[in-house]
């Protein structure tokens, strides 16, 4: 059974909003979780962070962006198509409880799934400050959907072309300057989240970490995604994806990141060859 894409929008430069009729995953889904999809019989599976749900509707929404080989593909995909199959919900849900004051740090393509989570702490009775972080304004979406989603929002550009120029981590300062922030939780690069990690360490704010490491099999048999916390070997796909950011090893996860960039580099170059030699064809058939 494949799964129909109903609606698709690209929120911003290869940034892509889609939702999929998925009965069985929205009946389950919770803040922080995710799923593994494959576009087709013949593709690579990829996680990829469940951003919204609709229970009774029975759609699924996905945030992505089209960076790599399956990424790509799967923007190409219209309304109307199918997605071959999807496995989800993975992972433990982000824990939500009456904290007091919750800080969601954004990074990216971490807006997506902290909407979610920013929604829940706020449902918990939490004031909710969300900070939401990108190289400049044409990066930034969902801003009412987070305005709704939070007590009070806050943006960072990296040029300042749009909020405050500057990092979610300077924000993340003033606001632990003026008043107790009791927890906080970062979503988006590694870089990001380990400054937030070493911003908050030592403060007495307990902090987590959103981790999205090289899954495969979502179900903690292939070790792909193998993470270090506390000394301790986790398994993002089964114990996570969040972790407690003072403990994890950043530079391990970062280095473990780096593996495959020149495979999908070769990858994306034969696939533009397959297209250009199609496009070849496709002249001298006319």
Same mark, same amino acid.
């Given at each position: 059974m494949g799964y129909k894409i109903l609606y698709k929008k690209e929120l911003c430069a290869?940034?892509?909003? @889609?939702? @999929?009729? &998925?009965p069985f995953i929205t009946k389950n889904a919770k803040a922080g979780q995710f799923i593994i999809l494959r576009t087709d019989k013949n593709s690579e599976r990829i996680p990829l962070t469940i951003a919204d749900y609709n229970r009774e509707t029975e759609e699924l929404t996905i945030v992505y962006m089209a960076v790599g080989y399956t990424t790509k593909k799967l923007a190409s995909l219209e309304v109307g198509d199918e997605i071959e199959d999807i496995v989800g919900p993975l992972g433990q849900p982000t824990h939500i409880e009456k904290y007091g004051t919750v800080v969601c740090l954004a990074g990216g393509y971490? &807006? &997506?799934p902290c909407y979610l989570i920013a929604k829940a702490f706020k449902d918990a009775g939490n004031k909710v400050y969300m900070i939401m972080g990108a190289r400049n304004? /044409?990066? %930034?979406?969902?801003? /009412?959907?987070?305005? /709704? &989603?939070?007590s009070e929002l806050y943006i960072t550009t990296d040029d300042g072309s749009l909020g405050q120029k500057g990092f979610v981590t300077g924000v993340m300062q003033e606001i632990m300057d003026k008043e107790t922030v009791n927890y906080a939780i970062a979503v988006g690069p590694m870089p990001m989240m380990k400054a937030v990690a070493d911003l908050t360490r030592g403060k007495g704010i307990k902090t987590e970490v959103s981790m999205n490491p090289i899954m495969v099999d979502g179900t903690g048999m292939c070790g792909a995604c193998r993470v270090t916390v506390g000394n301790e070997v986790k398994f993002a796909c089964v114990d996570g994806p969040d972790f407690d950011a003072h403990l994890v090893d950043f530079d391990e996860? %970062?280095?473990?990141t780096k593996i495959y960039k020149d495979y999908e580099k070769r990858c994306d170059e034969n696939s533009c060859n397959l297209q250009r030699q199609a496009r070849e064809l496709e002249k001298t058939m006319r």
């Open positions: 290869n940034q892509f909003e @889609i939702r @999929i009729k &998925a971490g &807006a &997506a304004k /044409d990066l %930034i979406f969902w801003q /009412d959907k987070m305005k /709704d &989603a939070c996860v %970062i280095n473990r």
